[in-house]
């Protein structure tokens, strides 16, 4: 099995930061990609940040210049860095994982249970 913990979340004023982490284990061959989603009370859930193996990054608009995605290879983390937090940036952020299994060496794509970024005003 494969399982995605994420930690960081919490509660800010406007202007701070936070960091969130995001640990993979289990039985993974390879990842491909890891990212950062987010979903606001009754919106759908959007993209922030992925980051691929090779270290390529993208990101959502609203977010760039102010967060920033990385990834520790060896311990199969990704990091998000967040900074100037806006209001607007409250909602559950969820890690995601795009990787070959070790136990049926398929591409499968796992998601974390989500924690809470709350920003202040």
């Known amino acids: 099995q494969v399982q995605l913990v994420e930690s960081g979340g919490g509660l800010v004023q406007a202007g701070g930061s936070l960091r969130l982490s995001c640990a993979a284990s289990?039985?993974?061959?390879?990842?491909?990609?890891m990212g950062w989603y987010r979903q606001a009370p009754g919106q759908q859930r959007d993209m922030v940040a992925v980051?691929?193996?090779?270290?390529?990054?993208n990101y959502a608009d609203s977010v760039k210049a102010r967060f920033t995605i990385s990834r520790d290879n060896a311990k199969n983390t990704v990091y998000l860095e967040m900074n100037s937090l806006k209001p607007e940036d409250t909602a559950v952020y969820y890690c995601?994982?795009?990787?070959?299994?070790?136990?049926?060496?398929?591409?499968?794509?796992?998601w974390g249970q989500g924690t809470q970024v709350t920003v202040s005003s």
């Open positions: 995601n994982a795009d990787l070959i299994t070790g136990i049926d060496w398929k591409n499968r794509n796992y």
């Open positions: 289990g039985r993974i061959f390879s990842i491909i990609a």
């Open positions: 980051i691929t193996s090779g270290g390529t990054t």
